[in-house]
């Protein structure tokens, strides 16, 4: 049918802050039609997504928010054992491409389907267009293939790529190692922009934050999100570092979005120890709306 919308669905596969028999650490599934992409990438994240109904799927590109195990010790075993459509698309923060090679290579493990690497540097540009520069490794893995330097552009953020799917951007949190949060903007095909129900239809917004203490760097590109996945650590966090629940729900009331997913949760949340309540009152009163979830490992949300 002419102007039918793709569909849009995140898979949480991991939840956990510290990972316990329940809940694996961070990995989010965001598939937009048939693009599968994966935001963070924990240990057992491979067996999280064997474990899932897309065991089958193949990967089109990774998105690592900072450098830190619980969100990276994953990603050299899914690149040598996971499906990719063509080559492994790695978008991360300065010095992934570095680690990922030192760790193929101390491994001697083979890539099947060649990787890249696309590493956001923290310098300032004028410019407020995409600046990327290609990325030649002196050294690099048999595997590797060159990949971008992504610096930040003069409006704040960093214009990580654009195709005929989605625009994504980048901001940098506030975090005890340099740590991004992305926002995915839906680009609509020329069949749904001829469609009859284009007047009603908006294109569709996702951001999915790594860990943050502060992510006012996104509110701008952020702003009207349809869905906000943000960590809620504990409610007695380090504040310097992590975010409470209210301080989800805060970011989330500042850029008018609708729905917030809460991640990067106690080990014990949702149980009798730590209950879901916990989570979800305050960051219901911080953001003014009911419409909070406390994700769990293989929550399926369609947008």
Known sequence: MAGRRRAMELVFLGTAANPSPRRNSSCVLLKIGKIMQLFDCAEGSFRQLQESRHSGSAIDRIFITHMHGDHVWGLPALLCAAKFRVNAEIYGPQGIRDWLRMSLKSCRAKVP???????????????????ASLHVPANPHDDELPGNDISCSGDGVWHVLQDETLDI????LTHNVPCWGYVLTEVKSEAEKESAG????GSRKVVILGDTANSKALTTAGRDADVVVH?????????????????????????NAKLLVLTHLNRNAGTSKLPATAYLDPAKRAFGRDSVVLA???????L
């Open 231 to 255: 960590e809620a650590t504990l409610g007695n966090c380090n504040k310097e570092t992590h975010s409470t629940p209210e301080m989800a729900g805060s970011f989330a009331k500042s850029i």
């Open 198 to 201: 284009e007047t009603t239809r």
């Open 113 to 131: 389907s060649k990787y890249k690497v696309h590493e956001l540097i923290l310098t300032q540009e004028k410019s407020l267009e995409r600046v």
């Open 296 to 302: 769990e490992d293989f929550l399926s949300l369609s």
């Open 169 to 172: 951007k980048a901001g940098l």
